[in-house]
T-cell receptor
Framework: AQKVTQAQTEISVVEKEDVTLDCVYE???????LFWYKQPPSGELVFLIR??????QNEISGRYSWNFQKSTSSFNFTITASQVVDSAVYFC???????????FGTGTRLQVFP | DAGVTQSPTHLIKTRGQQVTLRCSPI?????VSWYQQVLGQGPQFIFQ???????GRGNFPDRFSARQFPNYSSELNVNALLLGDSALYLC???????????FGPGTRLTVL
C-alpha cells in the first residue's frame, strides 16, 4: 500500500533558524512522483516542488532545498534562515502513477516566531 | 492567468440535504481532481477526471459523484449529507495526466 509519513506534527523555531521537515514514503511503484505543498492559514495548497523517482539530485530554490534519498525512501525539505511568512502547514505527497491521485501525509505545522 | 477557482467559498447545509460544488481549472488544464480535507488531516482523494472521463476514484461512498464538462470545469455533488461531510473541499487541476496539480482555495462545507 502507498503511504506517506510525516512524523513531525508541529515544529516551532525562531526566525533565521534553519528547519528540516521530514517525509518518509512507501510505494511498490518503480515510477512515481513526490511533492511538497504549503498550506497557509488561508487554506489554499501552494505547490512547492515535484520530483520524479528517477531523479535523486537535490534541489535548491532560494531558501528552500529538498533532499531525495531513495535508499531510505525519504524526501526531506529544509528551509534556511526561516521567516515568519514561512509559518504554515507543510504536506508531503506521493502520486499513484496509475490514477494520478495524490496521497498526502498528515502534515507538519511550522511556526516561526520573530 | 487565473488560477483554479472554486465556488462557493463557504456553505452551510443541514443533514440529509444535497450540495453541489464547482471548480474551474487553470486555462488549458484538462485534468481536475477533488479532495476532501477534514480539519487537522491531509487531503483525501475523492475523484479525478481527465478529458471528461473518470480516471480515478477514492474510497468514498456513492453519495459522492462528480462530472467534468466540455470546457473542463467540474462539479462535485454530495447527497444525503452527514455531519462527517463537514470539511474543506479542494479542487486541483493539471495540464495533463502526471503533471503537478495546482489547487484552488477550496469550499468550506459545514453540515449542521
Amino acid at each position: 500500500a502507498q503511504k506517506v509519513t510525516q512524523a513531525q506534527t508541529e515544529i516551532s523555531v525562531v526566525e533565521k533558524e534553519d528547519v528540516t521537515l521530514d517525509c518518509v514514503y512507501e510505494t511498490r511503484d518503480t515510477t512515481y512522483y513526490l511533492f511538497w505543498y504549503k498550506q497557509p492559514p488561508s487554506g489554499e495548497l501552494v505547490f512547492l516542488i515535484r520530483r520524479n523517482s528517477f531523479d535523486e539530485q537535490n534541489e535548491i530554490s532560494g531558501r528552500y532545498s529538498w533532499n531525495f534519498q531513495k535508499s531510505t525512501s525519504s524526501f526531506n525539505f529544509t528551509i534556511t534562515a526561516s521567516q515568519v511568512v514561512d509559518s504554515a502547514v507543510y504536506f508531503c505527497a506521493l502520486n499513484d502513477y496509475n490514477t494520478d491521485k495524490l496521497i498526502f501525509g498528515t502534515g507538519t505545522r511550522l511556526q516561526v516566531f520573530p | 492567468d487565473a488560477g483554479v477557482t472554486q465556488s462557493p467559498t463557504h456553505l452551510i447545509k443541514t443533514r440529509g440535504q444535497q450540495v453541489t460544488l464547482r471548480c474551474s481549472p487553470i486555462s488549458g488544464h484538462k485534468s481536475v481532481s477533488w479532495y476532501q480535507q477534514v480539519l487537522g488531516q491531509g487531503p483525501q482523494f475523492i475523484f479525478q477526471y481527465y478529458e471528461k472521463e473518470e480516471r480515478g476514484r477514492g474510497n468514498f461512498p456513492d453519495r459522492f459523484s462528480a462530472r467534468q464538462f466540455p470546457n473542463y470545469s467540474s462539479e462535485l455533488n454530495v447527497n444525503a449529507l452527514l455531519l462527517g461531510d463537514s470539511a474543506l473541499y479542494l479542487c486541483a487541476s493539471s495540464l495533463v495526466f502526471g503533471n503537478e496539480q495546482f489547487f484552488g482555495p477550496g469550499t468550506r462545507l459545514t453540515v449542521l
